[in-house]
């Protein structure tokens, strides 16, 4: 299931625009996946062929030890005690390992973007030629990571991020750069943890973003 979080960034449009692809937000933009990481096939069989990479990877302590010599050993061993499907991944897996580093692509994104899927839900207004901000969704995080690789592409200018989880537990926080300088930057601690200033300034915090989150995705009819 997870949850989504609204991530709003403020910075001016040339900026912006370097993360837009044809009028659509792209995280490949500023951290690209390497070709060839997407698994092919049937994925009924990846529990049982993840559970066999780990059996596998669990002897092998250096990656440049993951030799297409060794990787072709391991598929022989393995043969026997999995599904064809399931053997079909293990392979690629095993190969992107070799090659990449990461067994999927899936398994890049989650810790080089901190996120498994691109931006989705952008509004409208992201299209906009004159508008210096954009607001779109990810899930179960923020873009962090991705803002603030795309801030260090541009050192000169100042790069907004705050973001806030739309469900239940909430958290909330903000960071602005100036290419890899922090300028400011805060996470809101839990609810219980917070002081009676603490949860003013929050809470109008979640109001502000909130408020640019209802004019930016206007309901039916509005």
Known sequence: MGFQVL???NAPRHVLMSIMNKNEIDFELVIP?????ALEGDMHGLYNAKRAVNQAMSNITEQSKLTSDVVASLVTSFKQLLSEPEMHLFKQMMNNLSRHGFESDSDFKRYNWGLICNAFGQSPASTNELSSQLLFHTKNGSACIIIREL??????QTVTHRYLQLESNPFCGFVTLKGETVIESGDAPCWD???KEQRSYWGAF??????ESSKAFPRPGQ
């Not at 996946?33 to 990481?37: E, H, N, S, Y």
């Not at 801030?151 to 000169?156: G, M, Q, Y």
């Open 193 to 195: 943890e917070q002081t």
């Open 7 to 9: 991530n709003c960034i």
């Open 206 to 211: 979640c109001r502000k973003i909130t408020d």
């Open 33 to 37: 996946t390497p070709k060839g990481l």
């Open 151 to 156: 801030a260090k592409r541009f050192p000169r």
